[in-house]
């Protein structure tokens, strides 16, 4: 009966845990070099050109304090977009595509495993 206890928490717990990225945080880490100059993250990170990213992954748009974002992404908030990775994925591709009249002038990553391993460090934080 413990055992079968044990089991079904040890379930339930697995279940109850956000789905982590299929990349590597570690590779992702040097991937977000990339970002640097525009974004931060970690303990203290603040707004730079653009918005910290803690807590991005699975979060709603647009949320984070003190940024101003763009009439585009403000618009895409209140229309209830959400920075899953499938989302992020798109918008890493290519912001310009992914949000039209977006101010993240990055081009975008073309590969998708760097896409994939820096979602992947984005959600260590």
């Given at each position: 009966?413990?055992?079968?206890?044990?089991?079904?928490?040890?379930?339930?717990?697995?279940?109850?845990?956000?789905?982590?990225?299929?990349?590597?945080?570690?590779?992702?880490?040097?991937?977000?070099?990339?970002?640097?100059?525009?974004?931060?993250?970690?303990?203290?990170?603040?707004?730079?050109?653009?918005?910290?990213?803690?807590?991005?992954?699975?979060?709603?748009?647009?949320?984070?304090?003190?940024?101003?974002?763009?009439?585009?992404?403000?618009?895409?908030?209140?229309?209830?977009?959400?920075?899953?990775?499938?989302?992020?994925?798109?918008?890493?591709?290519k912001p310009k595509d992914f949000m039209n009249g977006t101010k993240m002038s990055f081009a975008g990553?073309?590969?998708?495993?760097?896409?994939?391993?820096?979602?992947?460090?984005?959600?260590?934080?």
């Amino acid at each position: 009966m413990l055992k079968s206890r044990l089991i079904l928490t040890a379930l339930a717990a697995t279940l109850a845990m956000p789905a982590l990225a299929d990349g590597d945080a570690d590779k992702g880490k040097k991937v977000f070099n990339k970002c640097k100059a525009c974004h931060a993250v970690g303990e203290g990170a603040a707004n730079k050109v653009g918005p910290q990213l803690n807590g991005i992954v699975g979060a709603a748009a647009g949320q984070v304090e003190g940024f101003k974002y763009s009439d585009a992404l403000t618009e895409a908030a209140a229309g209830g977009l959400v920075w899953d990775e499938d989302n992020l994925s798109a918008f890493l591709t290519k912001p310009k595509d992914f949000m039209n009249g977006t101010k993240m002038s990055f081009a975008g990553l073309k590969k998708e495993d760097e896409i994939e391993n820096v979602i992947a460090y984005l959600q260590g934080f």
